[in-house]
């Protein structure tokens, strides 16, 4: 018995998986390609109302007293430290969900 007919086989179903993997990552890219835009815009008009906020925030404490704005800066730098708290946490949870999703493949 040859086994001349089984590597021919193989060689057709390794091309026939390379094809079905190629037409996946192009479908991909393509979606992603796509959403890519619209995230990015909604990031960026994120990113601008977040810069006028703190533009408009640092602009409203000029006009306190020394005493007063080292209050408020103290309280600001504060609030941030909240948001920064809360991203580090996003980020954490993100990457172990991740990591157990690549864990359980």
Same mark, same amino acid.
Not at 7 to 26: R, Y
Not at 75 to 95: H, P, T
């Given at each position: 018995? &040859?086994?001349? /007919?089984?590597? =021919?086989? *193989? @060689? ?8 079905? #993997? ?7 890219? @393509? ?5 890519? /835009? ?13 810069? %006028? *906020? ?13 005493? =007063?704005?080292?209050? #408020? !800066?103290? *309280?600001?730098?504060? !609030?941030?430290?909240?948001?920064? =708290? !809360? ?5 954490? &949870? #993100?990457?172990? %969900? ?6 359980? @493949?």
């Amino acid at each position: 018995m &040859s086994s001349e /007919p089984v590597k =021919d086989k *193989a @060689k057709q179903t390794l091309k026939s998986v390379k094809q079905m #993997l190629e037409k996946a990552e192009d479908s991909t890219r @393509k979606a992603l390609d796509k959403a890519a /835009p619209t995230v990015q815009k909604s990031f960026d008009a994120s990113m601008e109302t977040a810069s %006028k *906020a703190f533009e408009k925030t640092m602009r409203s404490f000029e006009g306190a007293t020394a005493g =007063d704005q080292v209050k #408020l !800066f103290k *309280a600001y730098r504060k !609030f941030l430290g909240g948001q920064v =708290d !809360f991203v580090e946490s996003r980020i954490k &949870s #993100l990457e172990e %969900k991740a990591q157990t999703k690549s864990q359980s @493949k």
